[in-house]
């Protein structure tokens, strides 16, 4: 086969300019004709540049940076880039025989560069100097030199509505201070730290694997090569690619510092010795690394899985600390004084009854109490608490009850008799006894009202019912609503959605073993409500720990269970002032009907009034102001005299005539 001893293009540019100078000696008689279309199916492409491409694929000799050729080619055609453009980013890759043939080809004609002087730039100034704004003084007026610089990515619109005359500037910082990301509790900084290390592992080994795919073809030639040329062979930095940070980074990752400094230096001058080797331990790293990752993934999705929901709980954590301390007598006789009252409604009796049961359920397995006071305590909640709030005291059962009063229905012990028959018997009062005692307050209340408002007419037949107490009592009252509000929440969330929790599972996430089963022993088909109730009964017979209840109860309710955490807590304190209440002789006397109790004058004890609205349902807790209570007093007094005609009070004759002197 002939070979031609001219370049082909040579042979097509004496065309071309034949071509143009006969059509510069003939007249233009008819327009030209454009183009016929392209067709993708048949490309016009000449054996000329089908040359030149495999030229230019030869030269490159690896397959990576072939591909950035190509896409620069490409970013070309879709008038991405200009002809300027295009010369200015294939040039890297081309020598300069063919980069003058790819102009050719291209049509490309060469222009020289203009050179401008580049403008004056004024210095930054400093922010703490400058001028601030009267309205807004974290911002601050940049001086007049300084406005307006040249900006080559502006247009007339930039021109016309970027700011120009005024810069950020926190007053609480420097301009150099970076931002501050929010607080994040433990859980979410383990998660942050498991992403972090996946990252690293992905990072490394990408980049092992493109300095792989850039050694591969030169490895392949030096083995094409002989040995002179081997000895003669050097390579540029960059070894074809883009950059040289990647690589170097790796191989002193792989390496100590003095021999990567050593390989980095061998790898441009002697690539024939050095190549093949550090290919070698590059491909045994990469094994390595994706093996460890293997590994690592397997503790990874175990933290994310475990710390998931826990991050998302920003209260939790100091939840359970500060609830400890408000739930104390001395706490809520202090929350009481700054607030005076509180408010809520028991309007759902069936969270009661839930309430009444877990009090019983949590008392059946404690050992601190005797069985004595347990029947007191359980005799409290079956009467005290229907009576008060006027429901149905069927409600709570002897059925119900019986699972936790078995074992108490045995004899009692010959020291619990002894005690019993040396200590004085407190009676509990009955459901008339306290229905007796709450009206004797609406009247003993109506009747002061009618002492100090005398214009005032009030009925007696008022729907509201109020019961003075004393600090114990109170304190009941008050245990009794955080508990009451904490699950009546949580009865809402479930009631408002009642398929929280019953998605189908992601068959993708279960083919890769990337689904936790930790929670498939939660039943949640009677609502997540009653799933929660059946963890805290649990919780409470040690069946399961405390941090697997709180995995749990974050599964059903998220960020809302936190409130649940302290349910123990609660359930002791509830007992323990209902237990109080039953062995105190003064709450005795409250309880008992017709009693004084706590109207008694000389008492100095706070006096809190509970009121109840047997309409809405609405409970108030009160704490009385002594004050007013004294100026009740000192007015009763004054009425007590003036009713008693045996006896003057005060001298008479300081009494003066009310009339004026004429």
């Known amino acids: ?27 233009l008689l008819r327009p030209q004709q454009r183009d016929p279309p392209f067709d993708p199916l048949k490309p016009s492409v000449s054996t000329e540049e089908t040359e030149l491409f495999d030229r230019i694929k030869k030269y490159i000799g690896n397959k990576p940076s072939h591909d950035e050729f190509l896409k620069i080619i490409h970013l070309y055609t879709l008038h991405i880039l200009d002809a300027d453009q295009l010369i200015q980013h294939v040039e890297p890759f081309l020598d300069q025989e063919l980069l003058d043939a790819f102009k050719h080809v291209l049509g490309y004609e060469s222009k020289e560069k203009t050179i401008e002087k580049p403008g004056y730039s004024a210095v930054k100034p400093d922010l703490n100097h400058c001028e601030a704004v009267e309205e807004s003084p974290s911002y601050r007026i940049v001086p007049k030199e300084w406005q307006n610089q040249p900006c080559s990515g502006r247009d007339q619109l930039c021109w016309e509505v970027l700011n120009d005359e005024y810069v950020s500037h926190p007053r609480w910082a420097s301009e150099d201070s970076g931002f501050t990301a929010s607080k994040k509790n433990p859980y979410e900084e383990a998660m942050h730290r498991c992403e972090e290390e996946r990252y690293d592992f992905d990072l490394n080994i990408e980049a092992n694997l493109n300095i792989i795919a850039l050694l591969e073809p030169i490895a392949q030639r030096i083995e094409a090569m002989t040995d002179e040329e081997k000895d003669t062979f050097q390579l540029k930095p960059g070894l074809g690619g883009q950059t040289v940070s990647i690589y170097e980074r790796i191989i002193k990752k792989i390496y100590d510092r003095e021999t990567a400094l050593e390989i980095l230096d061998l790898i441009y001058s002697r690539p024939a010795a050095v190549v093949p080797v550090l290919l070698k331990r590059l491909k045994q790293k990469d094994e390595e690394w994706k093996r460890i990752q293997r590994e690592w993934n397997k503790q990874w999705r175990e933290q994310d899985s475990k710390n998931f929901y826990k991050s998302l709980d920003y209260q939790g954590n100091t939840f359970k600390s500060n609830d400890r301390k408000s739930l104390s007598v001395k706490a809520m006789m202090a929350e009481v004084e700054q607030h005076k009252q509180f408010k809520f409604e028991p309007s759902d009796c069936t969270v009661i009854k839930d309430m009444v049961r877990l009090v019983l359920f949590y008392l059946r397995r404690q050992n601190g109490f005797t069985k004595r006071d347990k029947r007191k305590i359980r005799s409290f909640l079956c009467t005290f608490i229907p009576s008060f709030f006027q429901f149905d005291q069927d409600l709570l059962t002897r059925e119900q009850f019986a699972y936790f009063t078995e074992d108490e229905e045995e004899e009692p012990s010959e020291e619990e008799q002894t005690d019993e028959e040396h200590q004085e018997e407190l009676p509990m009062p009955n459901d008339d006894e306290i229905i007796d005692k709450t009206s004797q307050q609406v009247d003993v209340q109506t009747q002061i009202i009618k002492l100090t408002c005398p214009r005032c007419d009030v009925k007696d037949n008022s729907s509201d ?93 998220g960020i809302d269970a936190y409130i649940t955490f302290t349910i123990d807590k609660v359930l002791h304190f ?55 209570l004294e100026h009740d007093k000192a007015y009763n007094k004054y009425i007590s005299n003036y009713l008693t005609w045996e006896r003057d009070t005060g001298d008479v004759q300081d009494v003066k005539t009310p009339f004026l002197k004429r």
């Open 465 to 557: 019912g109020h019961f003075l107490c004393n600090i114990h009592v109170y304190c009941f009252f008050r245990l009794f609503q955080i508990l009451y509000e904490r699950l009546h929440k949580l009865k809402l969330l479930s009631d408002e959605n009642p398929r929280r929790l019953q998605k189908k599972l992601n068959q993708t996430a279960v083919e890769l073993d990337l689904y936790s089963n930790r929670y498939e022993d939660i039943d949640l088909s009677k609502g997540c409500y009653h799933a929660l109730l059946e963890h805290i009964e649990k919780f409470l017979d040690n069946e399961i720990d405390q941090a697997t209840f709180e995995e749990n109860a974050r599964y059903i309710f």
């Open 1 to 27: 086969m002939q070979t031609q001893a001219m370049p082909v293009y040579t042979k097509k540019r004496k065309t071309y300019q034949q071509q143009q100078q006969q059509q510069q000696q003939q007249p």
């Open 574 to 628: 509830f007992i323990k002032q209902i237990q109080t209440i039953v062995l105190d002789k003064k709450s005795n006397e409250i309880l008992r009907p017709r009693s004084e109790g706590v109207h008694n004058e000389s008492s100095e004890d706070d006096v809190y009034n509970i009121i109840f609205d047997k309409h809405t349902r609405k409970t108030t807790i009160q704490l009385l102001d002594k004050q007013k």
